[in-house]
């Protein structure tokens, strides 16, 4: 799972705004004029625009490097001195322009309503000077990072001098480059791996209505022709859609929560999934990690992080299949599932015929491998056929009853070969486990999950249990 994943650096690169919140209660209108009357509690100053998504990434795991301006004034200080206790935040390519004013985006709320919005910018180009540290700090950064993200509000950051200097360290490096996109066009951002639009950015670059699958595919396709790389459309309450070039779509739907504010859920999205192909992660894992992530932050009030642990918790809990009986076609779309929550998937076989104490030590064994554990169980032609006429004593609905309803199985399957070679090329495992009494060599399907990077684990048995030897008791007390 996720809290397992080892996150690698980023390089994080756009406009850093400062999210000022005023917190406080209306009881009447005022005397002076027709508008409500806000009586101040507090106020809380969090980090905005790029900077969230730098904190987003920092509080999943991941090792940043922000690059930006602030302004030498009093909101620059302030949105320094809340970044500084990220220590897996690197300032050092924070560029200080006295000719600019830090952006300052100041919302009124009272209870979680928000009454109004007040913004503090003065959008002014850049000197040479200060876009050249952008992109010297910039390359130095992305040197030492796995990913690239450039995070555009379309404050100036992002010139089209930088995008073209970044975008081209990053290919040298040969690292994913994310871009959360706000022009009007994307071409841009040509060179880009992907682009993150939601609907209206998409619909603004491409013309294109997006009212149905076919629409999407169309759009995202007319959008990837533009920059020449993948397009991960994000649709609020519908979930994502994510459109390779190859022609492949993949959707993320989210699951349904209160939403009580969507200020900076593109900004976790773009951390997430920066920080997840940092791991090492496929895109589609990706995107659905993400996906929950975004439901998550549009629950909080105001602009938040999610944190490993509880969008770890999140994941588990949309992972929830215990121990309940399936086909092997119907197994191959739960683990696709799982493997694209982040889950390390777990394999063991055998008849299980009457369940006994070393059977428990093996399925507790097996479990502490991986996420999520699958038990692939022998029909009863297959035992018959490996055990003899008399076996097997409980039917396989009986075994699979039983083995499903132990806490540490979240699947059961059956198979019909003499062994489970099979059901291990259909469910690609992690981790395929057998007893200490096995070889690595002798377990079946081992060469083949080790192809893509799976392995084998020999986990200690429990000495003298076995079904056979139950079965020959019970006859030895019967003879008696």
């Given at each position: 799972?996720?809290?397992?994943f080892?996150?690698?650096?980023?390089?994080?690169?756009?406009?850093l705004?400062?999210?000022?919140?005023i917190?406080?209660?209306?009881?009447?209108?005022?005397?002076e004029a027709?508008?409500?009357?806000?009586?101040?509690?507090?106020?809380s100053?969090?980090?905005?625009?790029?900077?969230?998504?730098?904190?987003?990434?920092?509080a999943?795991?991941?090792?940043?490097?922000?690059?930006?301006?602030?302004?030498?004034?009093?909101?620059?200080?302030?949105?320094?001195?809340?970044?500084?206790p990220?220590?897996?935040v690197?300032?050092d390519?924070?560029?200080?322009?006295p000719?600019w004013?830090?952006?300052?985006k100041?919302r009124v709320l009272?209870?979680?309503?928000q009454?109004?919005?007040?913004?503090?910018?003065c959008i002014?180009?850049?000197?040479?000077d200060?876009?050249?540290?952008?992109?010297?700090?910039?390359q130095?950064a992305?040197a030492?990072s796995?990913?690239?993200?450039?995070?555009?509000?379309?404050?100036?950051?992002?010139s089209?001098?930088v995008?073209?200097?970044?975008?081209?360290?990053?290919?040298?490096?040969?690292?994913?480059?994310?871009?959360?996109?706000?022009?009007?066009?994307?071409?841009?951002?040509r060179?880009?791996?992907?682009v993150?639009?939601?609907?209206?950015?998409?619909?603004?670059a491409?013309?294109?209505?997006?009212?149905?699958?076919?629409?999407?595919?169309?759009?995202?396709?007319?959008?990837?022709?533009?920059?020449?790389?993948?397009?991960?459309l994000?649709r609020s309450?519908?979930?994502?859609?994510?459109?390779?070039?190859n022609?492949?779509?993949t959707h993320?739907?989210?699951?349904?929560?209160?939403?009580?504010?969507?200020?900076?859920?593109?900004?976790?999205?773009l951390?997430?999934?920066?920080?997840?192909?940092?791991?090492g992660?496929?895109?589609?894992t990706?995107?659905?990690?993400?996906?929950?992530?975004?439901?998550?932050s549009?629950?909080?009030?105001?602009?938040?992080?999610?944190s490993?642990?509880?969008?770890s918790?999140?994941?588990r809990n949309?992972?929830?299949?215990a121990g309940?009986l399936?086909?092997?076609?119907?197994?191959q779309?739960i683990?696709?599932?799982w493997?694209?929550h982040?889950?390390?998937?777990?394999?063991?076989?055998?008849?299980?015929?009457?369940?006994?104490?070393?059977h428990?030590?093996?399925?507790?064994?097996?479990?502490?491998?991986?996420?999520?554990?699958?038990?692939?169980l022998n029909?009863?032609?297959?035992?018959?056929?490996?055990?003899?006429?008399?076996?097997p004593?409980?039917?396989?609905i009986?075994?699979?009853t039983?083995?499903g309803?132990?806490?540490?199985?979240?699947?059961?399957?059956?198979?019909d070969?003499?062994?489970?070679?099979?059901a291990i090329?259909?469910?690609?495992?992690?981790?395929?486990?057998?007893g200490?009494?096995?070889?690595?060599?002798?377990?079946?399907?081992?060469?083949?999950v080790?192809?893509?990077?799976?392995?084998v684990?020999?986990?200690?048995?429990?000495e003298?249990?076995?079904?056979?030897?139950?079965?020959?008791k019970a006859?030895?007390?019967?003879?008696?």
């Open positions: 799972m996720i809290e397992n080892t996150f690698g650096r980023l390089c994080v690169v756009g406009d705004l400062l999210d000022r919140y917190f406080g209660s209306v009881n009447r209108i005022s005397p027709p508008v409500p009357v806000l009586l101040h509690s507090r106020f100053d969090v980090p905005g625009g790029t900077a969230n998504v730098a904190v987003n990434a920092a999943l795991g991941s090792q940043v490097n922000l690059i930006g301006v602030v302004g030498e004034d009093q909101s620059g200080d302030m949105l320094l001195d809340i970044l500084k990220w220590s897996n690197n300032l390519g924070v560029v200080r322009d000719n004013t830090t952006i300052t100041t009272s209870g979680n309503q009454i109004v919005r007040i913004d503090e910018e002014k180009p850049f000197s040479s200060v876009t050249a540290r952008i992109i010297a700090a910039a130095a992305i030492e796995d990913v690239l993200v450039c995070s555009d509000y379309a404050k100036g950051v992002l089209d001098e995008l073209a200097a970044v975008i081209e360290a990053g290919r040298k490096k040969n690292i994913p480059i994310i871009v959360d996109p706000k022009r009007k066009s994307f071409v841009g951002y060179g880009a791996t992907l993150t639009p939601n609907r209206a950015e998409m619909t603004q491409t013309g294109l209505s997006l009212r149905t699958e076919q629409e999407i595919e169309r759009a995202a396709q007319k959008a990837s022709e533009q920059f020449g790389g993948d397009v991960l994000t309450e519908d979930g994502m859609t994510l459109w390779r070039k022609g492949k779509m993320a739907s989210v699951r349904k929560s209160e939403v009580s504010d969507v200020s900076g859920a593109g900004d976790t999205v951390a997430t999934v920066a920080s997840v192909l940092s791991a992660q496929p895109l589609e990706a995107i659905v990690i993400a996906t929950t992530a975004a439901a998550i549009v629950s909080k009030l105001g602009t938040a992080t999610v490993r642990a509880e969008l918790q999140e994941l949309e992972m929830h299949d309940k399936v086909s092997i076609e119907e197994a779309d683990v696709q599932n493997h694209h982040g889950a390390q998937v777990v394999f063991t076989n055998g008849c299980f015929d009457l369940v006994h104490p070393g428990i030590s093996l399925i507790r064994a097996a479990a502490r491998e991986g996420d999520k554990l699958i038990v692939a029909t009863d032609s297959s035992v018959k056929r490996l055990k003899g006429d008399s076996r004593i409980q039917d396989e009986a075994r699979a039983v083995v309803a132990l806490r540490d199985v979240d699947l059961v399957v059956l198979f070969e003499d062994t489970p070679l099979e090329k259909a469910l690609r495992p992690d981790v395929l486990v057998k200490a009494d096995y070889t690595e060599s002798q377990v079946v399907g081992g060469d083949f080790k192809q893509y990077n799976g392995r684990a020999l986990v200690d048995l429990i003298g249990r076995s079904t056979s030897s139950l079965v020959k006859k030895d007390n019967i003879v008696k």
